[in-house]
T-cell receptor
């Protein structure tokens, strides 16, 4: 079955600390992987995506993610978190033209 | 650059009423997806269209129907509304990104509140 697991429902970090949000996927074919960010009541903003090639992808707002096929993971990282990064983060997978399958999301809180 | 347009942005309806949500994809995008995001939930795929034909169907209630028109805009029709239909409804259109591969571009969403 196709699915995305985000093990951490809620994460709290201090401003300036590093961040890693976990994502594991199950997908029969070659996956296209995405990370989206959503502020309360707002739309989905694409942070970054992986289709093929270099397994470390850079995104907007200083985020990066690493695709590890052997672990079926696509973890999101940021070296230094800013208060404005507080939001909900969704990992998603698709097969290209197909629908996106989202994880349950990780809510990030940032302490000053 | 043109983005996906959804209207209305906010909609308040009473139980058992009907609602119509509209989605205007990015020009020249011929594939549209609809997602429903309940409070505190992740977005769930409802239905998609390619070249005016339904291409995939997810967990869409029988009370909902959708179609894509000749200009590629899409409408999601919701009847006999229930309190549980209160959600953020996203539309996305499919197009080639900078990498030359297809990706979905999301609209801002329509927030439907059923009272």
């Amino acid at each position: 079955a196709q699915s995305v697991t985000q093990p951490d429902i809620h994460i709290t970090v201090s401003e300036g600390a590093s961040l890693e949000l976990r994502c594991n996927y199950s997908y029969g074919a070659t996956p296209y992987l995405f990370w989206y960010v959503q502020s309360p009541g707002q739309g989905l903003q694409l942070l970054l995506k992986y289709f093929s090639g270099d397994t470390l992808v850079q995104g907007i707002k200083g985020f990066e993610a690493e695709f590890k096929r052997s672990q079926s993971s696509f973890n999101l990282r940021k070296p230094s978190v800013h208060w404005s990064d507080a939001a909900e983060y969704f990992c998603a997978v698709s097969g290209g033209y197909n629908k996106l399958i989202f994880g349950a999301g990780t809510r990030l809180a940032v302490h000053p | 650059a043109a983005g996906v347009i959804q209207s209305p942005r906010h909609l308040i309806k009473e139980k058992r009423e009907t609602a119509t949500l509209k989605c205007y994809p990015i020009p020249r995008h011929d594939t549209v997806y609809w997602y429903q995001q309940g409070p505190g939930q992740d977005p769930q795929f409802l239905i998609s269209f390619y070249e005016k034909m339904q291409s995939d169907k997810g967990s869409i209630p029988d009370r909902f129907s959708a179609q894509q028109f000749s200009d590629y805009h899409s409408e999601l029709n919701m009847s006999s509304l229930e309190l549980g239909d209160s959600a953020l409804y996203f539309c996305a259109s499919l197009g080639r990104g900078l990498a030359g591969l297809y990706e979905q571009y999301f609209g801002p969403g329509t927030r439907l509140t059923v009272t």
